[in-house]
């Protein structure tokens, strides 16, 4: 089955504990991304990456680090998570192709930070 | 950069009637914009998109029109259900570029 997997689907942390929530995509897409929710501003992408070894920032980087050192995963790295940092966090996946460059989220990450 | 508006916020309609929601878009260069459906809970799932050589697509009660000139494009429901209640969120990019730029959301409730 083609999906996105994100892991751990929630999470509650303390401040300054350095977290990493997992993105995996089984579809070969290229590019994947990461973005947050929060009430009343939608979503908002953090990062992305257009292929392996390729990243850049997103619309809200600030406190947070990416890798892309395989095809299908992306992993979303909070050297030290503040409280600001609490959201819902998804991983998206797509292909490079005019016409199939849909985005696939992933399920959702639900991260609190005390 | 893109900045995409969307109103609006909320949306109430009876069961049966239409529903429309607005977005626009500041980027003129930006050549495809989908729509998303949140269910609670959920994760956001594409129920139609368009592309900038077009100016209106249908699927089944789903129609979204896009007008490059005015820079907005909309989306359209007809006979609403009850199933159709969820946040949308419409988005805007440029193809190749990865950054998509969303609305704020609104939220429709179609009451039976």
């Known amino acids: 089955e083609a999906q996105v997997t994100q892991n751990p689907r929630y999470l509650i942390t303390v401040t300054g504990k350095k977290l990493t929530v997992t993105c995996s995509q089984n579809?070969?897409?290229?590019?994947m991304s990461w973005y947050r929710q929060d009430p009343g501003l939608g979503l908002r992408q953090i990062y992305y990456?257009?292929?392996?070894?390729?990243?850049d920032k997103g619309d809200v980087p600030e406190g947070y680090k990416v890798s892309r050192k395989e095809k299908r995963n992306f992993p979303l790295i909070l050297e030290s998570p503040s409280p600001n940092q609490t959201s819902l966090y998804f991983c998206?996946?797509?292909?490079?192709?005019?016409?199939?460059?849909?985005?696939?989220f992933g399920p959702g990450t639900r991260l609190t930070v005390l | 950069g893109e900045n995409v508006e969307q109103h609006p916020s909320t949306l109430s309609v009876q069961e049966g009637d239409s529903a429309v929601i607005k977005c626009t878009y500041s980027?003129?260069?930006?050549?495809?914009f989908p729509w998303y459906k949140q269910e609670l809970g959920k994760r956001p799932q594409l129920i139609i998109d368009?592309?900038?050589?077009?100016g209106e697509k249908k699927d089944q009660r789903i129609a979204v029109t896009l007008n490059k000139t005015a820079k907005h494009f909309s989306l359209h429901i007809t006979e609403t259900q009850p199933e159709d209640s969820a946040v949308y969120f419409c988005?805007?990019?440029?193809?190749?570029?990865?950054?998509?730029?969303f609305g704020t959301g609104t939220r429709l409730l179609v009451s039976p």
């Open positions: 990456s257009m292929n392996v070894e390729v990243t």
């Open positions: 998206a996946s797509s292909s490079r192709v005019r016409g199939t460059d849909t985005q696939y």
């Open positions: 980027d003129s260069a930006s050549n495809y």
């Open positions: 368009i592309r900038s050589n077009v």
């Open positions: 988005a805007a990019t440029i193809t190749g570029f990865q950054k998509l730029v």
């Open positions: 579809m070969n897409h290229e590019y």
